[in-house]
């Protein structure tokens, strides 16, 4: 790292902490917003206060931000159940409170779209048979009454819009304009997506007039800007490799295999010495290999990662990159499987370890193929790569000189 970029952001992430530490001394709901997004700089008293007072809320004491802190609150981890249930009550009067009042005033869902935020960030985490009816339909309008109210070139607005279309499909949500540093700090929630060819850009922008702000939120979003860019745009330094230098170092791992042991006498001459092959005859056998290829590269990554379960069922994910936001999953295309139930177990998989709740938002497919099919993995690829949030699919196949291997597995299947 260069050292006049590292005193650039050490001095701009200083004045961004302080911003929000001051601020969320008495800020309940940008503690909770903090919570969620994982800053670790809310106040946690104030917050547990203020989440224990809007759960216990009845009648006139209900109010758009308290839910919203329930919100923020559920859709960070570890949420109690007693907290859920408080949020799913209070949905049903949130959605048939009108977004202007009598006077033609606008309420507060409307007029701040971080509170907004909150409860759909709450709602995601949700089934879609726990919604009340009309909460999409509700979803729609709060958006349409936000670009009334607020101009569309408003930060604020693009937050409200961005949430309305990636959980909810609001479609004309997706034509408002958004910052790149917005959609960059709100890129691991999963309500945006930012290339890692931007990451450069990213910085730039959101260091862009950090010493004159005075909102929290907003120092809240650009720290967290800078944290999802800072480690994907420094030159020489491996914390700044990003999904894509994940991928070629995947589609490079065929060369290992110039070098790998597969001999068919011995190597020296010493008594006692054997010829030794090394074997790849299952899924964890790739999982081994490519954990000793990355490992080196990456200390951080874990194998075997046990993610949310999904009713009884807990997904354990094969490798994963945390500060990515990446897993690999890793499958064995054995002779005889079809791509249809490959391209399934993909599929699920996908479907589990990319949830709104997941830490992950992003997964590359590497497939060892014990059949060499190399002329089948265009449709392959085709199918797979239109998961949303797929970066890459990667095949591994079969070393011909892995003969031996191929020739048992034909008369087994036979």
């Not at 009108?98 to 779209?113: E, I, K, T």
């Not at 995947?250 to 190597?267: A, H, Q, S």
């Not at 999982?287 to 075997?304: A, S």
């Not at 370890?353 to 938002?361: A, C, F, G, K």
Request: charged share 25%.
């Amino acid at each position: 790292m260069k050292e006049a970029s590292a005193i650039l952001l050490r001095d701009a992430r200083a004045t961004l902490c302080r911003l929000i530490s001051e601020a969320v001394t008495d800020n309940d709901l940008l503690g909770a917003f903090c919570e969620w997004m994982k800053l670790g700089l809310q106040n946690a008293a104030l917050l547990v206060e203020a989440v224990n007072k809007a759960s216990k809320a009845k009648g006139g004491e209900r109010s758009s931000r308290g839910l919203s802190i329930l919100g923020f609150r559920c859709a960070a981890s570890g949420c109690e159940t007693h907290i859920h249930e408080a949020f799913r009550a209070q949905l049903d009067w949130i959605v048939g409170k009108p977004n202007f009042d009598a006077a033609g005033d606008p309420s507060a869902v409307v007029v701040d779209p971080i509170i907004f935020l909150g409860i759909c960030v709450g709602a995601a985490c949700m089934g879609s048979s726990e919604l009340p009816q009309g909460f999409r339909a509700w979803v729609g309008e709060v958006v349409t009454d936000v670009g009334k109210t607020i101009k569309a070139t408003n930060w604020q607005a693009s937050i409200a819009a961005g949430a309305a279309a990636r959980f909810f499909g609001i479609a004309e949500a997706r034509d408002v304009p958004s910052p790149l540093w917005v959609r960059a700090s709100l890129a691991s929630a999963g309500i945006f997506d930012v290339g890692d060819e931007k990451a450069a850009d990213v910085l730039i922008d959101s260091l862009r007039g950090t010493d004159q702000l005075s909102d929290g939120f907003e120092a809240a979003l650009r720290l967290a800007a800078l944290n999802s860019a800072q480690g994907r745009a420094l030159d020489m330094d491996l914390k700044a490799l990003t999904v894509a230098d994940v991928v070629q170092i995947l589609r490079n791992v065929t060369r290992v295999f110039l070098r790998w042991t597969w001999e068919e006498k011995p190597k020296t001459s010493r008594r006692g010495a054997q010829p030794r092959k090394w074997h790849i005859e299952n899924e964890y056998h790739v999982q081994g290999l490519l954990f000793t290829v990355l490992k080196p590269v990456f200390p951080e990554m874990d194998e075997e990662k046990y993610l949310a379960s999904t009713g009884k069922y807990q997904p354990r994910a094969d490798l994963c990159l945390p500060s990515l936001q990446l897993v690999i999953e890793v499958k064995y295309w054995y002779l005889g499987g079809s791509i249809k139930e490959l391209t399934e177990q993909v599929a699920s998989d996908h479907s589990l370890y990319l949830r709104p709740d997941s830490p992950y938002r992003a997964m590359i497919a590497v497939i060892w193929d014990d059949g060499a099919r190399t002329e089948e993995y265009g449709e392959f690829e085709k199918g797979l790569l239109g998961l949303t949030n797929m970066r890459a699919v990667i095949f591994i196949p079969r070393p011909s000189r892995m003969s031996d291997v191929k020739s048992f597995r034909r008369l087994k299947d036979d």
